[in-house]
């Protein structure tokens, strides 16, 4: 069976600085990678998402994930964080379950960008 | 893009009654739709899978018959809460898998979330 870990709860940073949130995936197969942002009380928004090709993926909101199959990660990054971007960032896995194809997420990161 | 509603937003009820949950794909057909509960601070927990006019799928630990799954037309899917309760207080999220051709084939799209709250 598919899982996604996400060993941060919580990152800290300040506006202006890189983020980085963490994100590491055991799956069968070839990997669907997939972050999302959940604002507070809101659904899920897409960011990004891995499939094939490069490594780097670039997404929304200047948001970008550098997939590393060798260390089975798949980690969030954004040069410059604002302060709106705090919000809790959900990585996903694409596996299988009885029902077709399904998304396993990771138990969330929330991130904190103080001005 | 495509998108997902979802209605109510939120619902607050007496505990002992039945709350349905309606999630539609606007702009595309879906064929899997995907129900989700979230507790605070919590991750998404899958309770089950739906496809279009069959019987849902439900996950280990989820009571099917607390927990009424529809999923009558490519565009509606519906999760009643029967005979709620305090526990059942939750976020619950539905998402949306494309079935035909398309930008939107094969993607789970996901919609804004019920908030359920049982007095």
């Known amino acids: 069976a598919q899982s996604v870990a996400q060993p941060e709860d919580q990152v800290n940073v300040a506006e202006g600085n890189p983020l980085t949130v963490k994100c590491t995936y055991s799956?069968?197969?070839?990997?669907?990678l997939f972050w999302y942002v959940q604002y507070p009380n809101r659904g899920l928004q897409f960011l990004l998402k891995?499939?094939?090709?490069?490594?780097l993926v670039k997404g929304s909101y200047g948001f970008e994930a550098e997939f590393n199959k060798s260390q089975t990660s798949f980690h969030l990054k954004k040069p410059s964080a604002l302060v709106s971007d705090s919000a809790l960032y959900f990585c996903?896995?694409?596996?299988?379950?009885?029902?077709?194809?399904?998304?396993?997420f990771g138990g969330g990161t929330r991130l904190m960008v103080k001005p | 893009g495509a998108v997902v509603s979802q209605h109510p937003s939120w619902v607050i009820c007496k505990s002992g009654t039945s709350v349905k949950i309606e999630c539609r794909s606007l702009?595309?057909?879906?064929?899997?739709m995907f129900w989700y509960r979230q507790f605070p601070k919590q991750s998404l927990m899958l309770m089950a899978t739906?496809?279009?006019?069959?019987?849902?799928?439900?996950e280990q630990g989820v009571e099917k018959d607390k927990f009424l799954i529809n999923h009558a037309s490519l565009t509606l899917s519906t999760l009643t809460v029967t005979s709620a309760h305090p526990e059942d207080s939750s976020f619950y999220i539905c998402?949306?898998?494309?079935?035909?051709?398309?930008?939107?084939?094969?993607?789970?799209?996901f919609g804004p979330g019920t908030r359920l709250t049982v007095l």
């Open positions: 998402s949306a898998r494309g079935g035909s051709s398309g930008s939107s084939y094969n993607e789970q799209f």
């Open positions: 702009d595309f057909q879906a064929t899997t």
């Open positions: 891995y499939i094939t090709g490069d490594n």
């Open positions: 739906s496809n279009e006019g069959s019987k849902a799928t439900y």
């Open positions: 996903a896995v694409r596996g299988y379950n009885n029902a077709g194809n399904m998304l396993t």
């Open positions: 799956v069968s197969g070839n990997p669907y």
